[in-house]
């Protein structure tokens, strides 16, 4: 039987192959993504599937995303480690053990009661002291813990949430997933004083983010 730190083998393969190979060179962030147990959140059922290059259903209709998406998405905040970060959409919780290996701070906001607690747990038994698990409305953001100097979105919005473009520090950064309910652009939001400027990555397909400035059901549905 595999134990927490076993599968040390399965990640560094997931990330010679399936992170660097595709252009993905932050040193900071392939270590990371090398230490962090990944196997650990995702059902037990599914455990031996955690490093493979595909996304996975965590339930609730939600999914741990591609290896490759959570690295993407982590390179494009270019966190230096002094950074107070602002995760919406906490799923499984794995992306916030990443955040919390790279910058000072992380909050990470969750609808599902389930999931907010499941993933504070697992944190928990990691031992990761940086991280706060919050159970609300995401694409309100948290106001409580404002201004973040970086904020990363795991959900598709179909248009970017003003809480969180407010929320954002100056020279800050927001990576969100724009667009509708079958394909979406990956944006790079920045700060510069009351502007922002943006910029489109890669086309990407993520599950709704739902809430007051998201996806109503009647709208996805």
Known sequence: MKTRWSFEKERRLMVSSQIERRGIHDARLLNAMRIVPRHLFVPKEKQSLAYEDFPLSIGHGQTISQPFIVALMTELLELSGKENVLEV????????????????????????????????????SMEVENVSVHQGDGSE?????????????????????????????????????????????????????????????????????????????????
């Open 89 to 124: 959409g906490t799923g499984s919780g794995y992306q916030a053990a990443l955040l919390a290996q790279l910058a000072a701070t992380v909050h990470t906001v969750e609808r599902h009661v389930e999931l907010a607690q499941h993933a504070r747990e697992v944190l928990q």
């Open 141 to 221: 953001g948290w106001p409580q813990a404002a201004p973040y100097d970086a904020i990363i979105v795991t959900a598709a919005a179909p248009r970017t949430p003003a809480p969180l473009l407010d929320q954002l520090a100056e020279g800050g950064r927001l990576v969100i997933p724009v667009g509708d309910r079958f394909m979406q652009d990956l944006q790079v939001w920045k700060r510069h004083g009351a502007e922002f400027s943006t910029r489109k990555n890669i086309p990407v397909a993520f599950v709704p983010l739902r809430g007051k400035y998201g996806w109503d059901e009647k709208e996805w549905h």
